[in-house]
């Protein structure tokens, strides 16, 4: 991704980029090259809610250093009501309907602020400046604490009338599967995402050298350890599967996914593409490519500064 250093504000348009995550906030000031400069992050608290915003308003202070910006985007884990500016992350369980924009607002007076999925603003970032560029039409999936994802069709962003379109973690594919921290039985997110994979190979006789994360286990996977290679082909599978499904309903022809799972590399990859290639039967589906994430854990960031700086291809 274009980075580029500012000690000072510029002429040109700047905005500050906020990313919300489960594991991870993190700010940053963008225009219209791209993000400046590194971004401040801290991990998310696990406390109530007013712990979580503490935070949050730490690092937004880091980011603007008393500088002035024309507008803030926000990407965040949800679901959240758009209408209501209001956030219900299934992994922060300190906010629910927690009005964030109202809150951010406080923060930074007189300023515009533009809430979306976290999901959705990795699509935006991925297609705006990375591997989604020069591709009209293509799903962009977040695979970390949670499973994100989000739309991209005919260049524009899918919103959705509550900015929760393209949600992929939350598509059911294991009818008899494990409770999801959403509540439903089987989602993507319940067996591919980084906490779910650490407990179906607790449960099955991992032993872990060190905490049971994704972290460890793409460790153990490498080492040879059966059970942790298992958590993968799972993974795999279920990520196919739900891409194979918005494919079928959007007509997608490209895949990106990103996220801390996703740093496995082929560990996930090889799974999901002979899955695929299982699932996509149809000729419409057979286009369907699979590639990695370019701007890694930025590209949430990016997007929110898209949905300030483009507005017209991003913007609910």
Same mark, same amino acid.
């Given at each position: 991704m274009r980075m580029r250093h500012a000690d000072h504000p510029t002429s040109e348009q700047l905005v500050l980029a906020v990313d919300i995550g489960g594991t991870k906030l993190?700010?940053?000031?963008?225009?219209?090259?791209?993000?400046?400069?590194?971004?401040?992050? /801290?991990?998310?608290?696990? +406390?109530?809610?007013?712990?979580? *915003?503490?935070?949050?308003?730490?690092?937004?202070?880091? #980011?603007l250093d008393g500088r002035r910006v024309d507008g803030i985007g926000i990407g965040a884990a949800g679901p959240l009501e758009l209408k209501s500016g209001t956030l219900s992350p299934v992994n922060i369980s300190g906010w629910r309907s927690f009005p964030i924009v109202e809150r951010v607002s406080d923060l930074v007076p007189n300023v515009p602020v533009v809430l979306a999925g976290d999901g959705n603003c990795a699509a935006a970032g991925e297609h705006w400046l990375g591997a989604g560029r020069g591709h009209d039409d293509l799903l962009v999936l977040v695979v970390s604490t949670g499973v994100g994802g989000g739309l991209?069709? @005919?260049? !524009?962003?899918?919103?959705?009338p509550t900015a929760n379109a393209g949600h992929l973690g939350h598509v059911v594919v294991d009818l008899h599967g494990d409770r999801c921290p959403c509540g439903g039985i089987g989602c993507v997110e319940s067996i591919a995402s980084g906490p779910s994979m650490a407990k179906w190979a607790l449960r099955n006789g991992w032993r872990p050298d060190g905490p049971p994360t994704a972290i460890t286990l793409d460790i153990a996977a490498r080492g040879g350890d059966r059970i942790a290679m298992q958590a *993968?082909? $799972?993974? +795999?599978?279920?990520? #196919?599967?739900?891409?194979? /499904?918005?494919?079928?309903?959007?007509?997608?022809? !490209?895949?990106?996914? @990103?996220?801390?799972?996703?740093?496995?590399?082929?560990?996930? *990859?090889?799974?999901? $593409? $002979? =899955?695929? !290639?299982? =699932?996509?039967?149809?000729? *419409?589906?057979? $286009?369907?490519?699979?590639?990695?994430?370019? &701007?890694? /854990?930025?590209?949430?960031?990016?997007?929110?500064?898209?949905?300030? &700086?483009?507005? +017209?291809? =991003?913007?609910p």
């Open positions: 993190a700010a940053c000031l963008a225009g219209p090259d791209g993000l400046i400069g590194e971004p401040v992050s /801290t991990p998310t608290p696990k +406390g109530d809610g007013e712990e979580v *915003f503490a935070a949050l308003a730490g690092i937004i202070g880091k #980011a991209i069709i @005919g260049g !524009r962003l899918m919103h959705g *993968f082909e $799972r993974a +795999g599978q279920a990520i #196919a599967a739900g891409i194979v /499904t918005a494919a079928a309903l959007c007509d997608v022809d !490209r895949a990106i996914i @990103g996220g801390g799972v996703a740093r496995a590399g082929d560990l996930l *990859f090889d799974p999901v $593409r $002979r =899955y695929l !290639r299982d =699932y996509a039967k149809l000729e *419409f589906l057979q $286009r369907l490519n699979v590639v990695p994430a370019e &701007l890694g /854990t930025n590209a949430g960031l990016a997007g929110a500064a898209a949905l300030v &700086l483009e507005p +017209g291809r =991003y913007a």
